[in-house]
């Protein structure tokens, strides 16, 4: 047990060391044409010994450590707490949420610029995360390349704004069609797969959606994106200092107050409170419809939902088509925000945090997922000191996340049903 | 109402089922027993569209359905369970047997959106119906568990409420006893016979031990590697000299 401990433990060290000395430690730089080799300071390199020597006691006291962690729960002053009765609990839930939407819908107005912009991206992550709910939490497809269809639905406004003038409130609806259905056309060569193998193809379509977007140069203009994204008008009223448009107002002249660039800020954020209001709502009805439950049905054993007439082409391509379509909704919204795109917004990486907010959340419960998404988009922003360990601090965080709370920050809680008893 | 015509199945060189032939007429119990790795899971998964048979014909009520996909067999009224149960674990009880019923339900998305009068009017029969089918298996209060958390008795009895919710003309069992205690193995052949008598449905019942089906089938088939045995009503294959020899010889 103990030789074997320390056997493991020197193990992890070396490839401890193995992996950082070269990434760390070793550095190319480019001089005229030619590229040396260079170390780095002798302070990396104690630093990395020092790193693997602290990975080699971790894993000798391994088990302690994660047998402490195990019991964390403990710590918890609600662990212990009797549930709460059924229809108080869904009482008090529904109070919560419309207390957090009212209070969303005046906060703008008392806060900075800055922050009601980041509130907006925000409201972005989470309709992408609802979305992608849908696909991984519910139906149990691995999708590693849901970025794909945020990303059709920015640039179908984007070019359609570009070739044809149109305004947010048509691309709104064309961009989420437009992408839902791109979800149902990649869906289909993938319908047998499940699984590592369904994620690697997911994670391809989205490569190739990314790449065909950077090269198509003459249509897409390639990795210099697409700018003069209009921003959205309310009945015809344009948020910028001047009209652009004819034949629309402007907002501030409309209503004879100053202009203030806030007035437009704090516009969008509005629509894209409504928006991921609307997709809360519309997905929170969908698990309570035969179409819901279908997915979940394939989620929870395939073979069974078959047996019972559930046709697996038709339950998997709901899914993404639907989780799709959100996506193409966000991403209107992030073109309009944004004012210019380019594939960059669009790498894997929106994808992988996508997913780690459904995954933080608790897989299948939207109350979780719309914590985790506040917290995952936030929390970079306040610790912006650290920000070159921000990939390292989500890695840590997931990790403790699978061995503390596996089930995500709220599991969902299943929709309790009153039968009438029969005859 | 089903007919299967020399039904055979080969994985590579390992012919599973060879030439098994069996009829079953409506109200009626046929029972398919044989020993351990005789082929009769391999019968079932034919017959319910899971594997393309290799040879043979099954026809149901007048239709050939070999090589139908899997969910289309199960439209037509031949629903059937599992030799391991197979439910939606994390979700509740109720939920699986509304997963069931989605040919019942009005499954038009816009409409369930809306809530439309018609919508509710099904989602509300079919509740009605998963009520009806949870009292006669004794499920009702635990309607709202998660099927997961069930005893292992109870998973075995919602899998048929579930069968059952579809309104099946013909079921099929793959070992509904295994792993019941004798009590409720009694409950469950109870279960099964007025199935038959109250709701006419015709019932194909694979069982391992052959005591078990004497009781309540009106014909039994016996294979054996493959290969059909022997059949006829439950008197004849207790004194058939090749089933004594084959099976109850060795138990
Ligand atoms: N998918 C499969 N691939 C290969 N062999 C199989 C497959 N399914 C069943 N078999 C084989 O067919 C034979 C019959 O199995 P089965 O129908 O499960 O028997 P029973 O249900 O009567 O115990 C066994 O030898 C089994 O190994
Ligand atoms: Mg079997």
Partial sequence: MAANNIRHALFCAI???????????????????????????????????????????????????????????????????????QNKRVKLESWLLTGIVVFALFWPFLVSRGSVDLATLVLIYIMLALGLNVVVGLAGLLDLGYVAFYAVGAYTFALLSQYTGISFWMALPIGALLAGLTGMILGFPVLRLRGDYLAIVTLGFGEIIRILLNNWTTLTGGPNGIG???????????????????????????????????????????????????????????????????????REDEIAARSLGLSRTAVKLSAFTIGAFFAGFAGTVFASKQGFISPESFVFLESAIILAIVVLGGMGSQLGVILAAIAVTILPELAREFSEYRMLIFGAAMVLMMVWRPQGLLPVRRVQITLNKQG | MLEV?????????????????????????????????????????????????????????????????????????????????????????????LVAQHRHLNTNMIAGLLGTPNYKEREQKALDRAAYWLERVGLLDLANRDAGNLAYGQQRRLEIARC???????????????????????????LIVSLKEDYNVSVVLIEHDMSLVMDISDRINVINQGKPLASGTPEEIRHNDDVIKAYLGEA
Wanted: proline letters at 5%.
């Fill in chain 2, 5 to 97: 015509q020399n039904l055979s199945m080969r994985f590579g060189g390992l012919l599973a089922v060879d030439g098994v032939s069996l009829d079953v007429q409506e109200r009626e119990i046929v029972s398919i027993i044989g020993p351990n790795g005789a082929g009769k899971t391999t019968v079932f998964n034919c017959l319910s569209g899971f594997y393309k048979p290799t040879g043979g014909k099954v026809i149901f009520e007048g239709k050939e359905i070999q090589g139908i996909p899997d969910y289309k067999i199960s439209r037509l009224g031949m629903v059937r369970t599992f030799q391991h149960v197979r439910l939606f674990t994390q979700m509740t009880v109720v939920e699986n047997l």
């Fill in chain 1, 228 to 298: 003069g994204i209009p921003e959205p008008t309310l009945f015809g009223m344009e948020f910028g200092r001047r009209v652009k448009e004819e034949g629309n107002t402007s907002f501030h002249e409309t209503f004879g107050i100053a202009y203030s660039g806030e007035h437009k800020v704090i516009f969008l954020y509005l629509i894209a409170l409504v928006l991921a209001v609307i997709t809360a709502l519309i997905i929170r009805r969908f698990m309570r419809m035969p179409v819901g439950r279908a997915w979940e049905a394939l």
């Fill in chain 1, 15 to 85: 490839v401890t060391l193995i992996i950082s000395f070269p990434i760390l430690g070793l550095s190319l730089e480019a001089k005229g044409v030619n590229i040396t080799l260079s170390g780095a300071k002798t302070s990396t390199y104690v630093a990395i010994v020092l790193a693997a020597v602290a990975v080699f006691v971790f894993q000798i006291f391994r088990d302690t450590f994660m047998g402490a962690l195990g019991k964390l729960p403990n710590l918890n002053p609600l662990a212990g707490r009797e549930p709460m009765e």
């Fill in chain 2, 164 to 190: 059952m919710v579809t309104e099946p003309k013909l079921l099929m069992l793959d070992e509904p006893a295994a792993g019941l205690n004798p009590a409720e193995t009694k409950e469950l052949n109870q």
